[in-house]
C-alpha cells in the first residue's frame, strides 16, 4: 500500500491497514516530511512529535520530491506494483506534476485508489477537522445549553474519516477479481461527509421531528436519566438505557419515591418530568462518593462510570509513547513510526521487496 497522505486521517487509514497486515510504504516531501512531525510539544527523546507517532507505526517512509521527475518516476514505479493508494491531495495536484491517476486506474485491473478530502471530490478547500466540527452540526449540539458552540476534544470528524477510507479500501480488497471499473475502484472519502453521517440519532431526531436539534451538555435528548453528577470526590455518568434499568437505579440510589412513581416509569415519562428525577439523583450522589455509588448501580446492573483522566484511561489498555494505543481490531504492531526517510535507500534499491530486508528498530 502505497501512502500518500499526511497529518491525520490519511496516516490513521493506512495505519489500521497496517495494522491488519499490509505493507505500507509513506511518501513524505523531502526535509519537513508530514507536517505533524512539528506539531509538538511533546516531543519524544529521538525528536518525533507525539501527534505524528500516534498514526504512524507499521509503515516504511521515503522522501520522495514529486515536483522532480526522477522522484515522480520512483512513485509511480511503486503504485504500479502495489494493491491500493490513499492520498489526501486536492484535485489535480498528482496531475499537474505528470502522475496520470486515471491512466494508471485504467492500466491496473485491480489497483484501488482511496482520496481523502475535506469537501468532497470536487472542492480545493483544505480539509481542517475544527472547520469540519464546526459545519457539520457537531459544534452546534456541543457544550453546555446556554454556552458556547463546542468542539470535541479530539479530532474526531478526522478520525471517522479515516476508519470511513480504511473501509472503503477493505471493502475493495474484498471485491478483488469481480471486474470492477476504474470508477468503482477509485473511491473518494470526505471529513465532512464522514461528520454529518456520523450525526446518526441526532440527525434522525431533526429528519422526523423537523426541528433543530438543541445542545443538551452532558444531558441526553432522549434518554432520562443520562448524564453526568457530582459526587462527594469526583464525577459519575449514569446511563439508564431502559425503563427496568431506571427502576434499578432509582433504588440503588435509595430513590423508592421516584422509583414508585407511575409518571415516571417510562422513558418519555422521564423526558416530561427530567427536572425531578435529575435534581434528585444530583442531591442524593452528592452525599457519598463516587466508589459508592459505582458499587451499588453496579449490583444492580446499571451502567455507569467516573469521568476518568487520559492516564487513567491508558493504564488499562496497551499503549507505548512509541506506538500509540494497540490496535482494537485485530492486528499487531510489527514497526515502530519511521523516521523521515529512514528506509528511501532500501525502497530505492528493492521496491516492496524492502520489508523483507528490512532490519528495524525493535518495537
Not at 226 to 233: I, M, N, Q, S
Not at 288 to 305: D, E, F, K, N, Q
Not at 311 to 319: G, I, K, M, N, S
Amino acid at each position: 500500500m502505497v501512502d500518500l497522505s499526511r497529518v491525520l486521517a490519511g496516516p490513521l487509514a493506512a495505519m489500521t491497514l497496517g495494522d491488519l497486515g499490509a505493507d505500507v510504504i509513506k511518501i513524505e516531501r523531502p526535509v519537513t516530511g508530514d507536517e505533524t512531525r512539528g506539531w509538538g510539544p511533546p516531543f519524544d527523546a529521538d525528536g518525533e512529535s507525539a501527534y505524528y507517532l500516534s498514526v504512524n507505526r507499521n509503515k516504511l517512509s521515503i522522501a520522495l520530491d514529486i515536483d522532480a521527475p526522477t522522484d515522480i518516476r520512483i512513485l509511480d514505479s511503486l503504485i504500479r506494483t502495489a494493491d491500493v493508494v490513499v492520498d489526501n491531495f486536492r484535485p489535480g495536484t498528482l496531475e499537474r506534476r505528470g502522475l496520470n491517476v486515471a491512466a494508471l486506474m485504467a492500466e491496473q485491473s485491480e489497483l484501488l485508489w482511496c482520496t481523502i478530502t475535506g469537501f468532497g471530490p470536487t472542492s480545493a478547500r483544505p480539509g481542517y477537522d475544527f472547520v469540519v466540527q464546526a459545519e457539520s452540526g457537531w459544534m452546534a449540539i456541543t457544550g453546555e445549553p446556554g454556552g458556547s458552540p463546542m468542539k470535541v476534544g479530539v479530532a474526531l470528524a478526522d478520525v471517522l474519516a479515516g476508519k470511513d477510507a480504511a473501509i472503503s479500501v477493505l471493502a475493495g480488497l474484498a471485491s478483488r477479481g469481480r471486474g470492477r471499473t476504474p470508477a468503482e475502484r477509485r473511491t473518494f472519502v470526505s471529513l465532512a461527509g464522514s461528520a454529518v453521517a456520523a450525526l446518526v440519532n441526532v440527525a434522525q431526531n431533526s429528519l422526523v421531528s423537523g426541528q433543530n436539534a438543541a445542545r443538551w451538555g452532558n444531558a441526553h435528548a432522549n434518554l432520562v436519566p443520562y448524564e453526568l453528577f457530582h459526587t462527594a470526590d469526583r464525577p459519575i455518568v449514569i446511563a439508564v438505557g431502559s425503563d427496568s434499568q431506571w427502576k434499578s437505579c432509582a433504588r440503588a440510589l435509595g430513590l423508592e419515591t421516584l422509583a414508585a412513581d407511575e409518571r415516571l416509569a417510562t422513558n418519555a415519562g422521564r423526558i416530561a418530568n427530567r427536572e425531578t428525577v435529575v435534581t434528585a439523583i444530583a442531591e442524593r450522589v452528592a452525599s457519598r462518593p463516587a466508589s459508592h455509588w459505582l458499587t451499588a448501580l453496579a449490583r444492580v446492573g446499571v451502567p455507569a462510570g467516573t469521568v476518568r483522566t487520559v492516564p487513567e484511561a491508558l493504564a488499562d489498555v496497551d499503549a507505548s509513547p512509541l506506538t500509540g494505543v494497540a490496535p482494537n481490531a485485530p492486528g499487531t504492531v510489527r514497526l515502530p513510526p519511521p523516521r523521515l526517510d529512514e528506509h528511501g535507500a532500501l525502497v530505492r534499491l528493492y521496491g516492496w521487496g524492502a520489508f523483507e530486508r528490512l532490519t528495524s528498530r525493535p518495537v
